[in-house]
């Protein structure tokens, strides 16, 4: 009898597992039919969450009968929601289908509002997804962007430029845009140019970029608009991805992505690190008709790891730490007699401390970063005179703040958010000369507050969408200095520039206006209107010195500038294959900083003279533009998307206290190309995935004066790969198939056709 | 790598190492380590000495006012590479920099010509930096021949040399004699040339240079201009605060030597104004000044100088 009881016991966990039934899905593009991996999927009500995989598979085992609902969502598209009836021993299997929802994306974005709640946002966000990062023909991270109109990001000597520079609606400087990286300002607050090379596009998961002034919501540096760089977390208990890649100039490096999760998905400790490494020989960026034995190839080598580590309380509960140390070293292309010649070398930290709290209800954000960039620059040269000068700047930039924001769903038909944000920055910096005793010293410091407030707020059905905000803003520099000690003639163009510079204070409000209408799923208008808000930074203020453009005089009597916007913009899906959105928008700059020439020159250290130029407040500027995007999914593997933009940026009233009489009323600002186009084909196949690009830029004046004019240009880029045994990706890109060569405004030569061969091995 | 034992850590090459030993290990690296670093190495200055061969001074004399003496300067690298070699002037409490300039050399051996100046004791230090920072000096004091007196000066009174387009008069002046040639017979006289005038239209204006200022051939058009000259000897010029009434009372060489400035002479004397006193020095190392009396016209026209100079 016993015996037989235990019998029956023992069965007791079969019978009990074959009683229970399991939920398996596919994740499917409605229109094209192509799988959506990493797809969100949960079951609403029992806290179970997965992701589909690379087969755009999910499942959920161990279920008893009931009722379930699964609901899936995807960047870019809507989410699916579907009720399962399920009985005992009752596998169910089914297929969701998911419309795209271009139009309506602002559900998914974060930099738009702050949050991560569906926001209708009275704006057009565009969002460059993991799968078009690595479908396009790209090497560098700003490359991406060609995929939103209106977005100037150039690279004149592709990725041996120090910096890459980005430039939204008009306006021509990066230090108007805010770069944030999973939330926390990339950005340093003195503007820093260098970041674009540290943002490799593997480590990248999404770029949302959204235009016009959100200074409402972001303060000083966010006049043009926000480019939010995400990360995601890990999707698997264990994830790994490795790269090796050669290119042209003896280019070669790779990448090392692993991570993983304990427990689930939304509960446990998860960890994810990133490295990065890439040297170059490069190439002689002077060209033939100037070059000497002094001209050397333009080196490159850098490197960046990082580590994110986090613990999820539960879905939309975590708290999160990241780490990241980048080197990176180029040269300027000249050497003299030091063994690497002159260069520019970056080593930054960047640390991030992140508590987040989301649910239906309401949201908690907390932001602490610490950024810390070393930069030292090299730099050999012979004078017009013969004399030979060589001296070392090292810059040191420390960026530290804590952003915070609430959010609350209670009130009905109310998003309400506030939040308050504090910064702090410093620059100090010392050249030292060693054909001379001289030493210079320039420091600088600002210190910034911030609270904004923000309502949305959503009548008929979720149909009119009304949005409010305002921002105040103080900034406070201090600290600002120039002194050279021990000087000699090496130094005496900047003997007359030496002092202390009073501390000064600034305070700002940007509020900010829009609504919109959302016709249906495929049409939806909105209009908006904002103000935007920047202070000068430290080295306008205090530093006088070599500058790209020639020799710059500081200016402490520079004030902020500011900006209103208007915009008016549309998403319109006429047939299921194409959508188009257009956008027309007029902003006026008051107290624009721009750079004008004083008349002078000046010979500083090499042969050539310098015009001597100064940073001013201009009076007014006027930018009016037009940007148009197109999407066209022919068929499920084929599809086409166009970028257009029309910039009208010129100075509207020319008002700065200038020695020279030169009137600039009427003059286009420089290095903004009226007309900007691109186009991405990108046709999948069963034998190699193809992707050829397209980009136009226009002409460009260099000089405020408009008399001196950068030719337009046209360059096509093309990728092809092919995944094998779904786990090696092999693949080819080509920038600049036409090898079309020009010479920049600086008189250096661009890269020309330019290769890289990839291998990708993913676990 | 396996574990053969609660006191066996690491098995290398097939051998076991104790616990014991290899905590002695780990201690002898972190002191290895800690005392390496303790004594960190500071680093070698350059060294520096001059020649003390017949034809150089290199130790403290007496000399008379105006006399030209040879130096040879012998430095080499100590860790890093020389950046800067500085000869450095100090007369009473005021220090001069006399040549300063920016190099990159593992070793230095420069001979200079300096000229006693007019003050009773004046001492020469030479100097070399490195690019740590580091440096090494040497120095001698020349004092004043008090039994001599001050040299006696070329006076030349009202010369007038004409542009490069000028048909009355020459533009080349030779400072040994006065006279003034056009380019045609300054070309035969090369080594006599140490002083031009020209209009430059693109901004220097009216200007007095020498064949050794690397003046353009847009200036001179044609072979023989003096960019293609085989002598080509390079006089520098510094503008003083004199008056022409100081110029005037000038009767030796005492304000020629310490009117010109040795870090700020410069190649040429540009955008020439009536009055001006310029000092000069020569590359045969004479000292002298000049007054501008007249400027007139552009590149067809003529400047008018008195000019003295030491013999």
């Known amino acids: ?763 | 790598m396996h574990f053969h034992g609660k006191n066996c850590i690491p098995c290398y090459a097939n051998k076991c190492i104790t616990g014991k030993w290899f905590l002695l290990y780990l201690i002898a690296c972190i002191s290895i380590g800690f005392i390496s670093s303790c004594n960190k190495k500071e680093a070698m200055p350059p060294t520096i000495q001059l020649d003390a061969a017949a034809d150089y001074l290199s130790k403290d004399c007496i000399l008379a006012p105006g006399t030209n003496f040879k130096v040879r300067i012998l430095a080499e690298m100590g860790d890093a590479n020389i950046t800067n070699f500085v000869i450095k002037n100090t007369h009473g409490s005021e220090t001069v920099s006399y040549f300063d300039t920016g190099v990159n050399n593992e070793t230095i051996n420069i001979s200079k010509v300096l000229t006693k100046s007019v003050f009773d004791s004046e001492t020469w230090t030479f100097m070399v930096i490195d690019k740590n920072g580091k440096n090494a000096s040497v120095s001698f004091t020349v004092y004043n021949d008090t039994s001599s007196g001050y040299q006696d000066i070329r006076v030349f009174n009202d010369l007038i040399l004409g542009a490069q387009y000028c048909q009355a008069t020459g533009s080349f002046l030779s400072l040994n004699s006065g006279n003034i040639w056009f380019l045609n017979d300054a070309f035969t006289l090369q080594d006599s040339i140490e002083m031009l005038y020209y209009y430059d239209s693109t901004g220097d204006a009216n200007t007095i240079a020498s064949p050794g200022a690397n003046i353009g051939s847009f200036i001179y058009p044609g072979s023989i201009s003096p960019i293609y000259w085989t002598v080509r000897h390079e006089t520098r010029f510094y503008k003083t605060a004199y008056s022409a009434s100081d110029f005037y009372n000038v009767q030796n060489d005492s304000l020629l030597l310490v009117a010109y400035d040795e870090i700020n002479g410069k190649r040429k004397a540009k955008n020439l104004v009536t009055g001006d006193v310029y000092a000069f020095k020569t590359a045969h190392i004479k000292y002298g000044m000049f007054v501008i009396e007249n400027v007139a016209g552009t590149d067809s026209g003529t400047v008018q100088i008195s000019l003295k100079i030491q013999k």
């Open chain 1, 1 to 763: 009898m016993k015996k037989l009881i235990l019998i029956i016991l023992s069965l007791f966990p079969v019978i009990s597992v074959s009683a229970q039934s399991r939920i398996t899905g596919t994740v499917i593009d409605d229109f094209t039919g192509n799988i959506l991996p990493g797809a969100s999927v949960t079951l609403v009500d029992s806290n179970l969450q997965t992701v589909s995989d690379v087969e755009g598979i999910y499942y959920f085992k161990g279920l008893h009968a009931g009722k379930y609902k699964v609901a899936v969502s995807y960047i870019g598209f809507k989410s699916d929601t579907v009720l399962i009836n399920l009985g005992r021993k009752n596998d169910r299997y089914i297929i969701n289908k998911l419309i795209k929802a271009v139009i309506d994306i602002s559900e998914v974005t974060v930099a738009a509002s702050r949050t991560d709640k569906g926001f209708r946002v009275p704006a057009t966000i565009d969002v460059i997804s993991k799968k078009q990062i690595q479908e396009l023909p790209l090497i560098t991270a700003d490359d991406a962007l060609l995929l939103v109109p209106g977005v100037n990001a150039s690279r004149n000597y592709g990725i041996y430029n120090k910096t890459g520079d980005v430039t939204l609606r008009g306006l021509n400087r990066n230090i108007h845009s805010l770069i944030l990286l999973d939330g926390a300002p990339y950005s340093l607050f003195d503007g820093s140019a260098n970041l674009w090379n540290k943002l490799y596009p593997d480590k990248i998961d999404d770029i949302e970029v959204v235009k016009s002034s959100n200074s409402a919501l972001y303060g000083s540096n966010a006049m043009a608009g926000v480019v939010s760089i995400n990360t995601r977390k890990p999707q698997k208990p264990f994830e790994a991805i490795a790269k090796l890649f050669f290119g042209t100039y003896n280019t070669q490096g790779g990448s090392l992505s692993l991570g993983g999760y304990k427990g689930s998905i939304d509960k446990g400790f998860y960890w994810k690190t990133n490295g990065f490494f890439r040297k170059s020989a490069g190439y002689i960026m002077a060209p033939d008709s100037i070059r000497d034995t002094n001209d050397v190839k333009t080196y490159l080598m850098e490197y960046n790891a990082s580590l994110k580590a986090g613990y999820n309380f539960g879905k939309g509960h975590n708290i999160e730490a990241e780490y990241e140390y980048s080197f990176d070293k180029r040269g300027n292309g000249n050497k003299f007699f030091e063994e690497q010649g002159s260069y520019n070398h970056y080593k930054t930290q960047f640390v991030r401390l992140a508590y987040n709290k989301v649910n239906d209800k309401s949201e908690i954000h907390l932001n602490a970063f610490y950024k810390r960039e070393h930069y030292i620059k090299q730099n050999e040269s012979v004078k017009n005179t013969g004399l030979y000068s060589f001296y070392n700047t090292y810059t040191n930039t420390n960026d530290e703040g804590l952003w915070c924001s609430y959010s609350t769903h209670k009130i009905k038909h109310n998003a309400l958010t506030v939040g308050a944000d504090f910064k702090s920055g410093a620059s100090l910096s010392n050249d030292i000369y060693h054909t001379s005793v001289d030493t210079i010293e320039n420091n600088g410091r600002m210190t910034f507050y911030g609270v904004f407030i923000q309502d949305q707020l959503s009548l008929l059905k979720d149909k009119l969408v009304i949005l409010a905000a305002l921002r105040a803003d103080l900034v406070h520099f201090y600290g600002g200095e120039f002194h050279i000690y021990s000087p000699t003639l090496a130094t005496e163009f900047l003997y007359d520039y030496q002092r202390n510079f009073d501390a000064k204070t600034w305070f700002a409000l940007s509020p900010k206006a829009g609504i919109k209408y959302i016709f249906n799923e495929n049409y939806n208008v909105y209009a908006s209107y904002s103000w935007g808000f920047r202070p000068p930074n430290v080295s306008d203020l205090t530093r006088t010195g070599d500058v790209n453009k020639g020799f710059k005089l500081a200016n402490p009597d520079l004030k902020p500038e500011r900006i209103q916007s208007v915009e008016l913009g549309a998403g319109i899906r006429p047939l299921k294959w194409l959508i188009m959105q257009p956008v027309l928008f007029y902003s006026v700059g008051n107290d624009f900083q721009y750079f004008v020439a004083t008349g002078d020159s000046v010979y500083t250290s090499g042969t050539k003279m310098k015009p001597v130029i100064k940073r001013q407040n201009v009076g007014r500027v006027d930018i009016a533009g037009f940007e148009y995007k197109m999407i066209m999914n022919f068929t499920k593997n084929l599809s086409f998307v166009a970028c257009y933009s029309y910039n009208y940026s010129v100075i509207g009233k020319y008002t700065a206290n200038s020695a020279t009489a030169r009137d600039l009323t009427g003059k286009y600002l420089i290095e903004v190309p009226k007309n900007l186009a691109s186009g991405v084909f990108t046709w999948n196949n069963r034998i190699v995935n193809t992707s050829i690009a397209a980009k136009f830029i226009d002409k460009e004046w260099v000089d405020d004066e408009n008399t001196v004019e950068m030719d337009s240009y046209m360059t096509f880029d093309i990728k092809v790969q092919r995944l094998f045994y779904n786990k090696i990706n092999v693949a080819l890109t080509c920038q600049n198939l036409l090898d079309k060569r020009f010479v920049d405004s600086k008189g250096y030569l661009s890269p020309g056709r330019y290769f890289l061969a990839e291998v990708t091995f993913n676990w």
